[in-house]
């Protein structure tokens, strides 16, 4: 516990060093525009300030304050309209802020995250004279935007943009965390080659003192218990470290993003299209999930296990995770039960995925693999069948998703919906075709209640980001996870099994690409995590392969990293992901309510959470302690 209150108190305080002043606290209650970063839910901000009628409920990080002055002559026609919208913000209109008469200056506050567009008129000024601007403030900057006429007669004015409190570095505490993590690295790399270098063991032999109390235990020599270590590991080495790795990277960054993120918006999930970094974590978990089933199946077809038992395994372990899941989202309140949710997901897709690979669970067909074209694409045609499903279902989903009207809401419609867009005959359509199914199958109470978008867009409809249509592409990225797997089991020589992830990657990845269109909002099909979109699911899965092929190269071929730590979480990722969930909200030594709400103290906060994580899994590895479902 000492250790720990010394850590956060160290943390904390070499972050806040980048991040405090700027501090005065007049700002007082006027009138607040931004949008409220809302992330998987654990946000008890959110209802902390009613007040806040735009959704400012932040006071410490992606804010800043802009005084506008009406310098305009005191007469009735001269009050001035402000209003603002977001550039993240889609197809949105400006939203009317403050009305602020003549001589008199009105504070807001704005959202930093992005730049944000604004306009102030009146009728005495001609509109195309409008100040009208896009700007991005910076955090815990101060702004003065200041109106006065130029030319009265012909309602020119003129708009003086000056900056007294200048706006922070908002990233400095990722680099500060960055340069503590890679400080830990370095003394970890040293103390390991001391350690190989026996430099240890001859400084502990020059302490007579150990040899005593060595001698006096009655304890092994050192070189004695690390032959016998290096023994046992010697025999298990034939499990790929990487997968495990990569499974443990995905599990950290997923409960990061789960802690806050240190609420920056590229550690949160996109708004609605786009991809950050937090969007990566589950997609990426769905992979690594499908690459082991192969694997897994293909031991226990060895060991001599028939597919009914194997099939009645995989519908066990679906079962418990579903099972696991529902009880995680349980609260106290059954009339709002959330039931579709992330392990629901999981389990969905690990059933079909692997229900699906055991179909085509047999030995491998020596006799065609000896034909040189057959063995370089062994991995597909052997399961030819398999892609025919995936493609049908995949078409099925792109029928179901652009070319059915519901709701009374335009056929192909995919967007966020809410009252803030120009359009407001969309504003019930949230999600499409997709948000519609979840909403009659579950019925509005038992799906999420707080997507992404609901203070950005204003939506009032419920939306489920892991809804029911967005299984089928989360069973096609299992599916792709799974074909990592079969290219595991097919080839054994580092550069074909290599040189087929990267490929697969490029392949993968450029589709995505192609299928976005390059671009956030206007391709085809945009990348989007709310809905798992096709692009999605192939960007986060060239990403994946081109992770997978970086593991396995530096970990499982050169062995030039043993992958610590993230190894360790890898291990047991189900286990810290349920107790994380379970000590989401404010268990002490994982997060807490922020004192000062600035991202440095979130960040702070929520890399000491993962780190604990990270240790308890240590922990967990070193008394040998493994959750199987
Ligand atoms: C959101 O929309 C509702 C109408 O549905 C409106 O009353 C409310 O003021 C809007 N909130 C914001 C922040 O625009
Ligand atoms: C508005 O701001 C200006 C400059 O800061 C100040 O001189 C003026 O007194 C303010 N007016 C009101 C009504 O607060
Ligand atoms: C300013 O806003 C008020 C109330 O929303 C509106 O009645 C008025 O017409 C607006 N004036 C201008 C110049 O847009
Ligand atoms: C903002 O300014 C641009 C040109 O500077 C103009 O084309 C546009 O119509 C203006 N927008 C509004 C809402 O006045
Ligand atoms: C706008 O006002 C500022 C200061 O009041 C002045 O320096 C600037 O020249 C004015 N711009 C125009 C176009 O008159
Ligand atoms: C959206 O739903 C609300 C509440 O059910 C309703 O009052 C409103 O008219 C609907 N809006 C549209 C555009 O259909």
């Keep these: 516990?000492?250790?720990?209150?010394?850590?956060?108190?160290?943390?904390?305080?070499?972050?806040?060093?980048?991040?405090?002043?700027?501090?005065?606290?007049?700002?007082?209650?006027?009138?607040?525009?931004?949008?409220?970063?809302?992330?998987?839910?654990?946000?008890?901000?959110?209802?902390?300030?009613?007040?806040?009628?735009?959704?400012?409920?932040?006071?410490?990080?992606?804010?800043?304050?802009?005084?506008?002055?009406?310098?305009?002559?005191?007469?009735?026609?001269n009050s001035i309209n402000v209003s603002l919208q977001s550039t993240e913000c889609y197809q949105c209109k400006l939203l009317h802020i403050a009305t602020i008469d003549a001589r008199m200056n009105t504070t807001i506050k704005v959202d930093t995250a992005w730049p944000t567009e604004w306009l102030i008129s009146s009728t005495s000024i001609s509109k195309a004279h409008n100040c009208n601007n896009t700007v991005h403030f910076g955090e815990n900057g101060r702004y003065t935007i200041s109106i006065a006429f130029i030319d009265a007669q012909r309602s020119v004015a003129n708009c003086t943009f000056t900056t007294p409190g200048r706006p922070q570095n908002a990233n400095l505490p990722i680099y500060i965390a960055i340069s503590v993590y890679v400080g830990i690295a370095v003394i970890y790399i040293i103390l390991l080659q001391l350690k190989r270098s026996g430099l240890f063991t001859k400084l502990l032999s020059c302490l007579s003192v150990d040899r005593l109390v060595d001698s006096d235990l009655g304890t092994p020599t050192l070189n004695a218990t690390e032959i016998?270590?290096?023994?046992?590991?010697?025999?298990?080495?034939?499990?790929?470290?990487?997968?495990?790795?990569?499974?443990?990277?995905?599990?950290?960054?997923?409960?990061?993003?789960?802690?806050?993120?240190?609420?920056?918006?590229?550690?949160?999930?996109?708004?609605?299209?786009?991809?950050?970094?937090?969007?990566?974590?589950?997609?990426?978990?769905?992979?690594?999930?499908?690459?082991?089933?192969?694997?897994?199946?293909?031991a226990q077809y060895r060991r001599g296990e028939s597919h009914g038992r194997i099939f009645l395994k995989i519908l066990k372990r679906s079962i418990i995770l579903f099972g696991i899941g529902l009880i995680l989202q349980a609260g106290n309140d059954l009339a709002m039960y959330r039931v579709p949710?992330?392990?629901?997901?999981?389990?969905?897709?690990?059933?079909?995925?692997?229900?699906?690979?055991?179909l085509s669970l047999k030995p491998p067909n020596e006799a065609r693999l000896r034909n040189k074209f057959y063995r370089l694409f062994a991995d597909i045609f052997d399961y030819w069948y398999e892609w025919v499903l995936i493609i049908l279902s995949m078409v099925a989903y792109c029928c179901v998703s652009y070319l059915v009207a519901a709701d009374g809401c335009?056929?192909?419609?995919?967007?966020?919906?809410?009252?803030?867009?120009?359009?407001?005959?969309?504003?019930?359509?949230?999600?499409?075709?997709?948000?519609?199914?979840?909403?009659?199958?579950?019925?509005?109470?038992?799906?999420?209640?707080?997507?992404?978008?609901?203070?950005?867009?204003?939506?009032?409809?419920?939306?489920?980001?892991?809804?029911?249509?967005?299984?089928?592409?989360?069973?096609?990225?299992?599916?792709?996870?799974?074909?990592?797997?079969?290219?595991?089991?097919?080839?054994?020589?580092?550069?074909?099994?290599?040189?087929?992830?990267?490929?697969?990657?490029?392949?993968?990845?450029?589709?995505?690409?192609?299928?976005?269109?390059?671009?956030?909002?206007?391709?085809?099909?945009?990348?989007?995590?709310?809905?798992?979109?096709p692009s999605y699911v192939l960007a986060s899965a060239g990403m994946a392969f081109i992770l997978l092929a970086f593991c396995y190269f530096v970990i499982d071929v050169m062995n030039w990293w043993s992958g610590v730590p993230f190894f360790y979480a890898g291990m047991n990722s189900i286990l810290i992901y349920i107790g994380h969930e379970i000590l989401v909200t404010f268990a002490f030594p994982f997060s807490w309510k922020a004192i000062h709400d600035t991202h440095a103290e979130h960040l702070a906060m929520n890399l000491i959470g993962v780190s604990l994580w990270i240790v308890i899994s240590m922990w967990l590895y070193y008394i040998e302690f493994f959750l199987k479902i």
């Design 341 to 358: 949710g992330v392990l629901q997901r999981l389990a969905a897709s690990y059933f079909v995925g692997a229900t699906l690979q055991l």
């Design 1 to 77: 516990m000492a250790t720990y209150i010394v850590l956060y108190l160290l943390a904390s305080s070499i972050l806040q060093c980048g991040v405090t002043s700027a501090q005065d606290d007049h700002l007082s209650d006027d009138i607040c525009f931004s949008e409220y970063s809302c992330n998987v839910g654990e946000d008890s901000n959110y209802f902390k300030a009613e007040r806040d009628v735009l959704g400012l409920h932040h006071i410490g990080y992606d804010t800043a304050e802009v005084t506008i002055q009406n310098s305009l002559p005191n007469t009735m026609e």
């Design 410 to 533: 335009p056929k192909g419609y995919l967007g966020p919906g809410g009252d803030n867009l120009k359009d407001s005959s969309l504003s019930n359509c949230t999600g499409g075709v997709a948000g519609s199914i979840d909403r009659w199958l579950f019925t509005k109470n038992h799906i999420y209640q707080r997507p992404t978008c609901i203070i950005l867009y204003n939506t009032s409809v419920p939306y489920d980001p892991e809804g029911a249509l967005g299984t089928i592409t989360s069973i096609f990225l299992t599916f792709l996870g799974i074909q990592a797997s079969k290219i595991i089991s097919t080839y054994h020589s580092p550069t074909s099994r290599l040189s087929r992830f990267l490929i697969w990657g490029v392949i993968t990845g450029g589709l995505a690409a192609i299928l976005c269109g390059v671009s956030k909002n206007d391709g085809w099909i945009p990348i989007n995590k709310n809905l798992w979109s």
């Design 228 to 298: 016998t270590i290096n023994n046992s590991k010697a025999t298990k080495k034939t499990r790929l470290r990487s997968l495990d790795t990569f499974r443990g990277i995905a599990i950290c960054i997923m409960i990061f993003v789960n802690y806050g993120g240190g609420k920056y918006w590229f550690f949160l999930h996109s708004r609605w299209n786009g991809i950050t970094v937090a969007d990566l974590a589950f997609p990426w978990f769905v992979f690594i999930m499908g690459a082991s089933i192969k694997l897994s199946q293909t």
